[in-house]
């Protein structure tokens, strides 16, 4: 859309005759595009905000839903940790097998094998730093 210089003049004059002289900037124009700007990025921010505040809780959820499922297929082939010492290695060894089995990513092993943990083998654990227990 090129315009001739007769419209181009033509136009001018109109804008001169209205009182607006196009080739004055108004600061005030340019305020209220700054103001403008800055609307849109506080709303581009709070949108941003909402957004991963979304992801996160659906990542929480998600993790939940997850160790549950892991949960509830592992009440259905593990026992409590014997009390005889000398059965606590095979049933390590079985333990194990039935993550390799139900393939448990291995962050989430240590809070699902705490509840069939003896009361004492608990106590010992709870007193462990969390990254060593598996928590953080």
């Not at 900037?25 to 709303?43: G, I, W, Y």
């Amino acid at each position: 859309m090129a315009w001739s210089r007769e419209e181009l003049m033509t136009k001018y004059a109109e804008l001169l005759v209205q009182g607006v002289d196009p080739a004055v900037v108004r600061p005030v124009d340019l305020e209220l595009q700054r103001l403008d700007l800055e609307r849109d990025k506080l709303k581009h921010d709070a949108d941003f905000k909402s957004a991963e505040l979304d992801f996160k809780d659906r990542t929480q959820n998600k993790e939940a839903k997850v160790l549950k499922r892991y949960g509830d297929a592992l009440a259905q082939v593990m026992s409590h940790q014997p009390d005889e010492v000398t059965d606590l290695p095979s049933y390590f060894r079985g333990v194990e097998e039935q993550f390799e089995k139900i393939k448990i990513p291995l962050k989430y092993q240590a809070r699902l094998i705490f509840r069939y943990l003896s009361p004492r083998a608990r106590t010992l654990c709870s007193r462990l730093e969390p990254e060593t227990r598996g928590l953080s």
